[in-house]
């Protein structure tokens, strides 16, 4: 286990001991640089204690690759189910023994008049010549404004808190987004027989498998996870979009909601808040069903475009035909005070909060300027955002790569200091 340190002083100092402070750690480790990583729960927490027991990955396991520890077990194209994937952290933090402190919140990060940086945490102060965030870019639970006024008898809970259908009392459930957890979480509860309502938002769907392959391994083949952010057609733009979903579930298959109708799910558009308990849904169900379609379209043409421009010999795929249409008449309300409804999942995502961060790096919604992680605030850094340079970035997928490119500059500005100062932080 990590080993408490003996002085405050760090030629870098890691907020967050997740899979992007452990990956910038090793790195450092291997510079030989002086530095700790500061975890408010313990290494891995998201993994350990933020996910649902049946929760697998959605990429394949061959895509794992941390720095120095890829993937090295016997389903390199299955999915790590959610204790696999704590034993591959776990033994990533054995290979190398990272440097930190657990159980210790950062309270405030500041800039002292020497240029290094002043880290106030639950175990005192600690002051370091640079700062890496690697806390990611979810961070506050989102639940709606209108979530107080559900009747006292409904349980609700944020995806981050679902673990279970036996979690849940007796009876029917509503689960509002459609996004990786949503409509995982939706799958989890209508396997195990529950009655389940799903608002569906405009979240794209993808393909699992296409024409012979996963469709991870096509999109790899098309370079598609090397297109850095600024090339991509939405920019910036495409950080705020949610993520296309898929399941890695039982070896992998698509989640189609219309397959989920025909079974008995009843499907809502849009959430639009509760009134006088009864709970509003918007008139945007088949538009917004037609739209995770067409996207998943899209990326089986492109698939098409890859294979018959490099002559590729893949077998034939029919293309997807919709299985169910809803109703002119869909339901676009549920009354939630009739008893039926014993529990609501709300699946709406997280809000970032740097506000411990004074720095004069963040837009006016809070998020960091940044160029590949690197701030205009010289020797301060984030590490695992979404799409912070490319669609890996954060992912065990990616984040090798953002990590490399950050500890290079680390190791640079590192190496001015002690020429300017003739010591380094730890002497």
């Not at 959430?271 to 538009?287: I, K, N, P, S, T």
């Amino acid at each position: 286990m990590p080993r408490e340190p003996q002085n405050n002083h760090y030629d870098v100092l890691i907020i967050g001991g997740g899979q992007a402070g452990l990956s910038i750690s090793y790195l450092l480790k291997q510079q030989g640089l002086s530095h700790l990583i500061l975890e408010k729960n313990l290494l891995g927490h998201a993994w350990r204690s933020e996910r649902w027991d049946s929760f697998c990955l959605v990429t394949p396991n061959w895509q794992c690759t941390l720095p120095g520890y890829p993937y090295q077990g016997d389903d390199p194209e299955g999915f790590m189910v959610k204790d696999d994937i704590v034993a591959y952290i776990d033994g990533y933090i054995a290979s190398f023994g990272p440097p930190a402190l657990e159980g210790v919140a950062v309270t405030g990060v500041t800039r002292d008049a020497d240029g290094g940086y002043q880290i106030a945490s639950s175990a005192g102060v600690f002051h370091a010549g640079q700062v890496v965030i690697a806390v990611g870019g979810y961070h506050t639970p989102i639940l709606p404004s209108d979530a107080a006024q559900l009747p006292a008898g409904v349980l609700q809970l944020h995806s981050s808190d679902y673990l279970n259908p036996a979690q849940l009392p007796p009876g029917e459930v509503l689960v509002v987004g459609t996004g990786q957890s949503g409509c995982q979480i939706a799958e989890d509860l209508h396997l195990a027989g529950r009655r389940v309502h799903l608002c569906v938002g405009d979240a794209p769907r993808v393909a699992r498998r296409y024409r012979g392959k996963d469709v991870v391994k096509w999109l790899d083949e098309m370079a598609y996870y090397d297109l850095p952010v600024d090339k991509h057609p939405l920019g910036a733009g495409v950080r705020d979009k949610t993520n296309h979903y898929v399941t890695g579930r039982d070896g992998g298959r698509d989640i189609d909601l219309r397959k989920f109708a025909l079974e008995g799910m009843q499907l809502y558009g849009r959430y639009e808040g509760l009134r006088d308990g009864v709970a509003h849904f918007g008139a945007d169900l088949r538009a917004n069903l037609d739209g995770a379609d067409a996207v998943y379209r899209k990326i089986n043409d492109s698939i098409d475009r890859h294979i018959e421009t490099h002559g590729i010999d893949a077998p034939p795929q029919a293309p997807y035909t919709p299985l169910w249409q809803p109703a002119a008449d869909a339901p676009a309300t549920l009354d939630m005070g009739d008893g039926k409804i014993a529990a609501v999942v709300w699946c709406i995502g997280f809000r970032t909060d740097f506000s411990w961060v004074d720095a004069p790096i963040f837009d006016q919604r809070g998020y960091p300027h940044h160029d590949r992680g690197i701030t205009a605030q010289p020797g301060l850094y984030f590490l695992g955002l979404p799409w912070q340079y490319t669609w890996g970035s954060g992912r065990f997928s990616g984040i090798a790569r953002d990590a490399a490119h950050l500890a290079e500059r680390i190791a640079q500005v590192a190496a001015v200091n002690e020429r300017k100062y003739g010591v380094s932080a730890t002497s």
